[in-house]
T-cell receptor, first 114, second 114 residues
């Protein structure tokens, strides 16, 4: 049973560019969330997708957008990259209607903006 | 913004000793979860404790929850070098099943010396 998979593992982009990160949820999960983790900090919630709609959003600017596909996989897009966007981006999946269960995380994408 | 605060920020112990980490949070919760992270990679779920539970065990892990003090503790008994990692607590708010976003603290860096 495959867990949560993210691609790519590492990415280097130039300031002002755009980036797309990808996530495949754990088999059977229908809800995907994205988190940003700066160095030395805990992860911060970006947004959550269910039934191909953004259901909840954290305190991130509109430069951060996402998408969920019919197979439940998801993309995170960041436009007009800033140096401060350098971080580990984590994807987590779960079942929408099971609040008292854990989220499963992928290994993350390390984004470096230069 | 970070809801939880882990204490201590860093902990160094010898193999075989017990490690205790504490977490405080600010708002009403549905559940609290502990995660482990090795070397800035993905998060591994350790244990989930619901708001109506006071203590939970899983192998060498013991978690307590005091909702009146809005605090939790994670005890790792008989620690091993392989337990070296960052440990995060994360809360799920008590505001409906769809409002599942994990709010993390900054984490405790545990080093277990052989």
């Amino acid at each position: 049973d495959a867990g949560v998979t993210q691609s790519p593992t590492h990415l280097i982009k130039t300031r002002g560019q755009q980036v797309t990160l990808r996530c495949s949820p754990k088999s059977g999960h229908d809800t995907v969330s994205w988190y940003q983790q700066a160095l030395g900090q805990g992860p911060q919630f970006i947004f959550q997708y269910y039934e191909e709609e953004e259901r909840q959003r954290g305190n991130f600017p509109d430069r951060f957008s996402g998408h969920q596909f019919p197979n439940y996989s998801s993309e995170l897009n960041v436009n007009a990259l800033l140096l401060g966007d350098s971080a580990l981006y984590l994807c987590a999946s779960r079942w929408w209607d099971r609040t008292n269960t854990e989220a499963f995380f992928g290994q993350g994408t390390r984004l470096t903006v230069v | 913004s970070q809801q939880g605060e882990e204490d201590p920020q860093a902990l160094s112990i010898q193999e075989g000793e017990n490690a205790t980490m504490n977490c405080s949070y600010k708002t009403s919760i549905n559940n609290l979860q502990w995660y482990r992270q090795n070397s800035g990679r993905g998060l591994v779920h350790l244990i989930l404790i619901r708001s109506n539970e006071r203590e939970k065990h899983s192998g060498r892990l013991r978690v307590t929850l005091d909702t009146s003090k809005k605090s939790s503790s994670l005890l790792i008994t008989a620690s091993r070098a392989a337990d070296t990692a960052s440990y995060f607590c994360a809360t799920v708010p008590n505001s409906g099943g769809s409002n599942y976003k994990l709010t993390f603290g900054k984490g405790t860096l545990l080093t277990v010396n052989p």
